[in-house]
């Protein structure tokens, strides 16, 4: 390549650069279609900037992204390439790269999002969901709109924010032009025919706008596609496990602590190389894995429901044997509302038929929480046929873990933590069908990834700003890459970590490492909370509180501020945070929210919680 970019170009030195990084880093397929696009943008240039074509000829179609996990930006890239197929000008963006001033003069708009915990936004929806449901947000009588919600059934909320942005809209005066789609899951089955809906609009829109621009405003809105993905969910690469250790410690015993029915922690850092693979990332990214459900739940099923493994079950086009599907295609761990409703009828199980019917009472919210599906076919025993079982259970769910490394140290390599999860019920010690799947891999076996981008988490792009990290346990695992990528580049920002865990003598993951980039000045600060160490529990939480002031000071100062790990952790880490801001402020708590709106809209307040 550098003999390439040594020939004579028009390029800038910095456009040349970002060529030969681009090429890199992507495989001959991805070559040939970019030069392809390329070639394309340069036959029709007087086309790409349109002096007199009008807002609504130039932007008929807009689709808005909010995503969590990737799923909604794939969704909606699919509906903007059928868009851009049909001839139909569109441009896709993600939520928070929306200028909302835009919205009183669209004309059609497309909003694909996904809910997180409870009916909430995803990180990057939040400012727009604030700003849509605020007083400043305009009427919208000449807007035409759908939505598309992606969620999980089994909340209570599902597809919560979806919803509150379909009546929104509406209530500011929007039109309608497809119901809101719910999907749970099993996305596309919801997603397929509301696309269909969207691409009939969009051609029924088009009719209402100036005809003689639609030609010229087709150029004028081609939306850069990013190189076609190698490998992906649906086609991921086999990456060798180079090393699967154990990195958390057996809990001392007569201590009194007790984890899960004295099931003890099992923590793994697990290595593996990606050479051959093309598979660029960037600490902050997502590793997804693609894993098989154990040999030995699938013969309980089997048994628990009478069915023969190798009997053929269809849906759609897709026939495979019984075994199969429940390997690697269907949900064995985690039970959904549609699966129980269903399976309540055909075993005619009173019990839990009124746990249907009565959520609030808390019995479905703890069926949910100590049963997998094993548990449910024992207690209510019936018989089912192969078809309905798997049409009945719901899609294998992608997994995802943040990657734990830097390329930039590491090389051709990503690196895991993973929690093993484990519990005890009903007399059985049930594992997590992924974490449970990674845990037995040997070293030299293969494992199916891809790679799930972050773009909102990232290190900062000028390396001299402050980052300000919280990551209890497994949380921990994108921030050793944050540490390894600010050593590897020299960054001159100083790097604080607070870390969180249990016990200091189990569960302090990393410690040589972390007591190492401390000697190193890799590291200029590290505090720490051991929950269960002491009388009075200590989280993460806490010591922001305790160090408030130095923490104000930090983030006054440019400081970007990151938490990673669970939603419960989360939420009690960003009213800790917004304690302290209201604390330094004079007291001030609308204006400590504002603040903390203001640092995630600049791109300073990074949250990945699942």
Partial sequence: MSAILALPTPLSSE????????????????????????????????????????????????????????????SAEALHAKLEAAGLPSRLLRIDAYATRDLASERLLYIIISTQGEGDPPDDAIGFTEFLS????????????????????????????????????????????????????????????????????????LKETAPTAHAAAHMATVTPLRPPASWSHERPFPAEVLANQRISGREFKGTGFRRYGDVEKDVRHIELSLDGAALAYEPGDALGIRHCNPESLVASVLQATRLDGDAVASIGDETLPLSE?????????????????????????????????????????????????????????????????????????????SIASSRKRVGNEAHLTVDILDYQAHGHVHLGAASGYLAALDESEKLPVYIEPNERFRVPADASRDIIMVGPGTGVAPFRGFVQERAETGASGRNWLFFGARHFNTDFLYQTEWQDALQRKQLHRLDLAFSRDQPDKVY?????????????????NGAHFYVCGSITMGKDVHAALREVITTHNGGDIDAAGEYLSRLQAEGRYGRDVY
Avoid at 20 to 25: E, K, L, S, V
Avoid at 137 to 143: N, T
Avoid at 341 to 369: F, I, K
Wanted: aromatic content about 6%; some cysteine.
């Fill in 15 to 74: 456009q040349s650069a970002l060529l030969a990084q681009f090429a890199a880093g992507t495989d001959n397929a991805g070559l040939l279609w970019a030069s392809g696009y390329l070639a394309g943008i340069a036959r029709t240039p007087v086309q790409l900037t349109p002096i007199h074509a009008s807002p609504a000829a130039v932007r008929p179609v807009t689709v808005l992204f909010g995503s969590q996990t990737g799923n909604a930006r794939r």
């Fill in 134 to 205: 605020g007083k400043r947000a305009p009427k919208l009588p000449g807007l035409k709109f759908a939505v598309l919600g992606l969620g999980d059934i089994s909340y209570a909320d599902f597809c919560g924010i979806a919803r509150k942005i379909d009546a929104r809209l509406t209530e500011l005066g929007a039109q309608r032009v497809a119901d809101v789609g719910l999907a749970d899951l099993d996305i596309d089955t919801v997603a397929g025919p509301w696309h269909e809906t969207a691409l009939i609009q969009a051609r029924e829109v």
């Fill in 325 to 401: 599907w429940l390997a690697t295609r269907r949900e064995l761990t985690r039970l959904s509302r549609a699966f129980l409703s269903v399976h309540a009828q055909r075993a005619d199980a009173t019990e839990l038929q009124q746990m249907l019917d009565a959520p609030q009472t808390g019995g479905m919210a703890e069926l949910v929480a100590d049963h997998q599906l094993i548990d449910v076919l024992r207690r209510w025993p019936t018989d089912w046929d192969a078809d309905a079982l798997i049409t009945a259970l719901r899609p294998q769910a992608q997994r995802l873990y």
């Fill in 540 to 556: 993460v939480q806490d010591r922001l509180r305790q160090h408030g002031g130095e923490l104000y000071e930090w983030l006054q």
